[in-house]
């Protein structure tokens, strides 16, 4: 197993010293439109810059930290080699070929965090797909695109699944909607490989599997699926991930963030507790 290492996550480096330049500039009571035709730049790259949304070059942090008054060699020097690092590419950069730009922003969160909780109701989160069915999956949502582009989609999806595994591996929750395990993906074999992916899964110490029963009728999860990532840095907010057809909402309101956190509490609290996931999701490979 590879050592899990959250501060090598350049998304997160981004966001904490674009977290860092706004509380200096602000201290200083300077706004985004004056830091930026400081840097010969727009107000709206400061505003990007500040939430961590795009990377930095080293002279423009420099000038504004000369422009904040930071004048501490030590300081300005930790600042100017987070700037340095948080540029670096991480390794999902090398399937840019079939990686959206607004999903780049999610892996590098999702490999830097301590805790992920989600609410899925279409299909099995692709954290915990199998190889077959995650090749279902893609060749359904992108029905003209080449072998070879399916294939090198199913292997990001593989190894994005090595954060669960490795050492010092993040929490992770997944709420199953009944309707996520009964659709069939890929044909009998392909549901019974998944089942018996999610049964082994389950086993693991960090991971919680619960299904929420169509018995149960109306719950929480009526506004669609969603994703919580937590963080171990306390400069970090918890981020809750919204995924559309063709992009993706990053939600890091506290007062956004915690109606979906309350959701997925009743979410928890509503549906069948893991121990009898666990019998039910062996109920139904035994029957597949």
Request: charged share 25%.
């Amino acid at each position: 197993m590879s050592a899990w290492q959250p501060s090598r996550s350049s998304t997160v480096r981004r966001i904490m010293l674009g977290s860092q330049l706004r509380r200096l500039r602000e201290s200083h009571g300077i706004t985004r439109e004056a830091a930026g035709y400081f840097i010969r730049a727009s107000e709206s790259k400061i505003s990007r810059m500040e939430l961590g949304r795009v990377s930095f070059k080293e002279r423009d942090v420099s000038d504004l930290l000369t422009l904040y008054g930071v004048t501490d060699e030590t300081e300005r020097a930790a600042l100017l080699r987070l700037a340095r690092d948080a540029s670096s590419a991480g390794w999902w950069h090398s399937y840019a070929d079939v990686l959206p730009v607004w999903f780049q922003t999610y892996v590098g969160l999702e490999e830097a965090t301590s805790q992920i909780r989600t609410y899925e109701l279409q299909y099995v989160p692709g954290l915990l797909q199998c190889e077959e069915y995650a090749r279902a999956v893609v060749s359904l949502g992108q029905p003209t695109a080449p072998e070879q582009e399916v294939e090198r989609r199913v292997a990001l999806r593989m190894k994005r699944q090595e954060l669960l595994v490795c050492e010092g591996a993040p929490r992770y929750l997944a709420v199953l909607d009944e309707a996520a395990l009964r659709r069939p993906f890929g044909g009998v074999e392909v549901m019974r490989a998944q089942f018996a992916r999610l049964l082994e899964l389950a086993e693991r110490p960090n991971v919680t599997i619960q299904v929420m029963p169509f018995a149960f009728g109306g719950h929480a999860g009526e506004s669609g699926a969603f994703t919580i990532l937590g963080f171990a840095e306390p400069d970090l907010p918890d981020v809750v991930y919204l995924e559309q057809l063709t992009g993706a909402l990053y939600l890091d309101k506290p007062e956004e963030v915690g109606q979906y956190a309350r959701a997925m509490d009743r979410l928890v609290a509503d549906s069948e507790p893991p121990e009898r996931s666990v019998a039910l999701l062996r109920t139904m490979l035994e029957r597949t």
